[in-house]
């Protein structure tokens, strides 16, 4: 150690107690007892220490300084102390403290003497207890109450315990509301002035703040819930907010950066509602306000549930809806085809937002139909019959080969011409040397196709007559319908293009039994549709496909069966669910038949011969071939555009047509003109669709244009002669 002292006399005695002692100590020999030396006034130390015994350092201080020290037996430690500066007593005896709070030690000050400690018996040794003064730099050890005015002693403990070590002491008495610190003295300082910073919160007043728009004990259940988590984080309540209800304010008080805070909050609820508060009319643009209001009330009622709110309003007798305990009414104004609802913000928004996505543009599908049907029909029938009379006058026929064949039987030529019968005399004799063609005998048509008649007719002798049949027919048809409809997405359709035939279902006659009675007979009539029947329900999936359920049924009215009461109806439906692209054409079923039918009927043995045997024969034969096949075509028309397109199309198509008719001339009646439709006036805009607030998925795609033709229609084989 380096003494520097600022009289000679005072430096050579200091050099000489130090310089025995450390002697003394290094040959492990008591020092010699010397009288106290006074520390003189203005003195200065610099001591540099290398692996210094800390006792050595302790009887240093002692002599440099005055103070009397008693030496735990476990305090033990090699220290290194190195100073570039000169210091006072004073100051040498603070860095004393510093190297033993360094080494785990405290000096303790009991009575005239200090005792040197471990620094875990710290809580047991009496300490400078409530000094007036507590140095923000000393190391000794000091005990402190703080009385707290604002803020409870309790909460500030577990946030102040990290602070003080874990010889130290810090404990809180709820009684008086104060902290006892027991510390180092330049800790306790730092806690202390912590504390009064912490404080300060009960100095501020408490604050009015009054509301315009909204609720006080809304925003006071929103502003405490958000406030809840801080609190709970801070060991508890640091703020505190109520509610007036009759002035509609809020009572705030706290600590003042906290109360900032939540005053700017509460500025920003209290802010008026853009769209009109807890009652709204919501008018709409695409959608049914009558249809959605009773789905919206199922949707408020499951929002209510979620929230723990009261009931919605459900229907009350006689229409209307009962308000009784409801927080949510939805009623509909079909006149102008708006939602009128009330409700709380927070399902008044959830409502808003279902029904921004229902109220939207919604697609059209133009689907149609084409129905093709060509037939081939070929016939042909070859036949002879044969009338034989006995000798005489007799008119009975003695033999007759009635074959079935087409026109007039030979039984009906003779009674036409010979005006004889089967089982009668008559005495008219006529001569027919033949008939050819399809001469009217009696009023009545002899036959279709070549009929030829031969015969002789003697009054003695034998008689006979042969009639000759030969027909042959051809006939083909070919039928294309196109029915066609546009409709919404989801919604079914229908177009009947049919007329109402009458079929006849039953008859009556009821007769009276009085003098003159009288018959009342009544027939039951039941009217039928046919023609063409059109159902279909389009549903676009995601992209350009759609789904069609479609119904297609194609009728025309048909003979006359035998043993039928009325005439028959032929029908050709199709009922089935297909998906096809947008202005794709798709197959949805048919039918192609080919049928051929051969007869022959001949008199047994005689027409067996050859060639003589065509005479006692009647032969036929028919094809009929027909192919029936029904496509679909549907067209997406997502807006506008699509839907102005098309129907542009079809309207100039009709007035061409009618342009063409007869040059456009009525033919007999010189300067009429046929009616045309107005030609569409030029420059027309349609207006653009509201935006709805989000984009919809179907509008999202355009809408391609079909420009692909039909494909050519199958066309039956020609039918093989007969």
């Known amino acids: 150690m380096t003494v520097k002292p600022t009289e000679y006399s005072s430096k050579r005695r200091y050099a000489a107690v130090l310089a025995l002692s450390s002697v003394l100590m290094s040959v492990g020999m008591p020092a010699v007892p010397q009288p106290k030396v006074q ?42 102390m190195v100073s570039s500066t000169p210091m006072s007593p004073a100051a040498f005896y603070e860095a004393f403290l510093a190297v033993l709070q360094v080494y785990g030690y405290v000096a303790v000050p009991a009575g005239k003497v200090i005792k040197i400690v471990p620094n875990t018996d710290l809580r047991q040794l009496p300490a400078n207890d409530l000094p007036n003064n507590v140095s923000s730099t000393s190391d000794e050890i000091v005990t402190q109450i703080v009385t707290l005015k604002n803020v409870s002693a309790a909460q500030l403990v577990p946030m102040l315990r990290p602070l003080v070590p874990p010889y130290g002491h810090l404990a809180a008495y709820p009684g008086g509301n104060m902290l006892i610190i027991s510390d180092r003295a330049s800790n306790v300082s730092r806690v202390v002035r912590i504390i009064e910073r912490m404080d300060e919160s009960g100095d501020e007043p408490i604050e009015v703040i009054p509301l315009h728009n909204a609720g006080a004990a809304d925003v006071v259940r929103i502003v405490n819930s958000l406030n809840q988590g801080a609190a709970a984080e801070a060991g508890g309540a640091i703020i505190k907010v109520v509610a007036d209800e009759r002035t509609n304010s809020i009572l705030l008080t706290g600590e003042r950066s906290a109360r900032l805070r939540l005053k700017a909050l509460i500025f920003n609820m209290d802010t008026p509602v853009a769209s009109g508060g807890d009652i709204q009319v919501r008018y709409l643009r695409y959608a049914d306000a009558e249809k959605i209001a009773d789905k919206l009330k199922g949707q408020a009622t499951a929002s209510a549930k979620a929230q723990g709110g009261p009931p919605v309003a459900a229907p009350a007798p006689g229409g209307g809806t009962s308000n009784v305990d409801a927080s949510v009414t939805i009623w509909a104004d079909v006149a102008t085809n708006a939602l009128i609802i009330t409700a709380p913000p927070k399902i008044m928004k959830s ?44 008119t009975v026929p003695a033999g007759i080969i009635n ?97 109402e035939i009458p079929l006849i279902t039953g008859s009556f006659s009821n007769t009276t039994q009085a003098v003159g009675g009288t018959t009342s007979p009544f027939q039951t009539i039941q009217r039928e549709e046919v023609g063409t029947i059109l159902k279909v329900t389009p549903h676009i999936n995601e992209g350009n496909s759609v789904q069609l359920k479609i119904e297609q049924e194609d009728s025309a009215p048909g003979a006359k069966l035998t043993d039928s009461a ?157």
Do not use: C
């Open 403 to 499: 074959l079935p064949g087409t026109g007039t039987s030979i039984v009906d030529l003779a009674t036409a011409v010979l005006g004889v019968t089967q089982g009668t005399t008559s005495t008219t004799t006529t001569s027919v040397p033949g008939v050819v063609g399809t001469p009217t005998i009696s009023g009545n048509t002899v036959g279709t196709g070549a009929t030829v008649a031969v015969g002789r007719v003697v009054n003695n002798g034998v008689s006979f007559a042969a009639l000759i049949q030969a027909l042959r027919s051809d006939g083909s048809s070919n039928i294309i319908s196109t029915p066609s409809l546009i409709t919404m997405n989801n919604e079914e359709a229908e177009v009947k293009v049919t007329q």
């Open 351 to 394: 409502l808003m937002g279902v029904i921004d996505k229902l109220d939207i543009r919604r697609a059209q599908v133009q689907v149609e139909a084409i129905i093709v049907e060509v037939d081939v029909n070929k016939s042909s029938n070859l036949g002879v019959q044969w009338l034989l009379f006995g000798q005489g006058n007799s």
């Open 566 to 722: 009325d005439i028959s109806t032929n029908k050709r439906s199709i009922k089935t669910t297909v998906l096809v692209e947008d202005g794709g054409i798709i197959v949805l079923g048919g039918l192609i038949s080919d049928t051929v039918t051969e007869s022959e009927d001949r008199v047994p043995g005689l027409g067996a011969i050859p060639i003589i045997g065509n005479l006692f024969k009647s032969r036929s034969g028919s094809r009929q071939k027909k192919n029936l096949v029904v496509f679909i075509r549907p067209r997406i028309m997502r807006d506008a555009d699509a839907t102005e397109s098309a129907s542009e199309a079809a309207y100039n198509d009709v007035r061409r047509s009618q342009q063409n008719l007869n040059g456009g001339h009525v033919t007999l009646l010189p300067g009429q003109k046929q009616p045309v439709v107005p030609a569409i006036p030029p420059g027309i805009a349609l207006p653009p669709p509201p935006a709805p607030s989000e984009t919809n998925a179907q509008g999202a795609r355009p809408n391609p244009q079909f420009t692909a033709p039909l494909p050519p229609v199958p066309q039956p084989d020609a039918a093989p002669k007969p």
């Open 39 to 80: 520390p003189q006034e203005g003195a200065t130390i610099t001591p540099n220490y290398k692996d210094a015994d800390l006792g050595q350092i302790i009887q240093a201080v002692g002599e440099v300084t005055g103070k009397n020290f008693i030496i735990d037996p476990r305090v033990n430690a090699k220290v290194t």
